[in-house]
């Protein structure tokens, strides 16, 4: 009798367990997904015309409920000068979202901390057009770094 109350209390106390963990693991993902949804707006990609990844990143982002104004440039100079983005750290295209400028191709995993956070900082970049991201072909090979700018100087905002 003593040994199948206790197998009873320890049922009790794993199915408890279980659903504690599977309570803050939900309420912990939902969170993350509420910074994707509730901080939706119409944001702003500066784009060469003819640049198919740039419309590749253009779809990821209404994909993700974004609602997207593409402005078509011949030149991106001017808008990267704007925000003063230095050249090692610049893309095919820059996004504006909110008060910050997000410059390449970043995953919604860095968006979403970002908005979430709110940082101190001008934006983020992911310099160049690596393999997997979104709008680019390829499956990820490498960790992705992201950086944070302020007044042009960068530091590793997050690898993914």
């Known amino acids: 009798m003593i040994l199948?109350?206790?197998?009873?209390?320890?049922a009790i106390l794993m199915i408890l367990t279980i659903s504690f963990f599977y309570i803050i693991n939900f309420a912990t993902y939902e969170k993350n997904a509420l910074a994707n949804i509730n901080n939706k707006q119409t944001v702003e990609v500066f784009k060469?015309?003819?640049?198919?990844?740039?419309?590749?990143?253009v779809s990821f982002l209404e994909k993700e409920k974004f609602k997207v104004k593409q402005t078509d440039m011949g030149s991106l100079h001017t808008i990267k000068q704007k925000f003063n983005i230095p050249l090692e750290m610049q893309s095919c295209h820059t996004t504006i979202m909110d008060k910050y400028f997000i410059e390449g191709h970043v995953p919604l995993e860095a968006i979403n901390k970002l908005l979430k956070e709110q940082p101190d900082i001008d934006g983020i970049a992911l310099p160049g057009m690596p393999i997997g991201t979104p709008g680019m072909p390829g499956d990820?090979?490498?960790?992705?770094?992201?950086y944070q700018l302020i007044d042009g100087k960068f530091s590793v905002f997050m690898t993914i």
């Open 4 to 10: 199948k109350n206790n197998l009873i209390r320890l």
């Open 48 to 57: 060469t015309p003819s640049c198919g990844c740039c419309n590749g990143y």
């Open 140 to 146: 990820k090979d490498e960790p992705y770094v992201i």
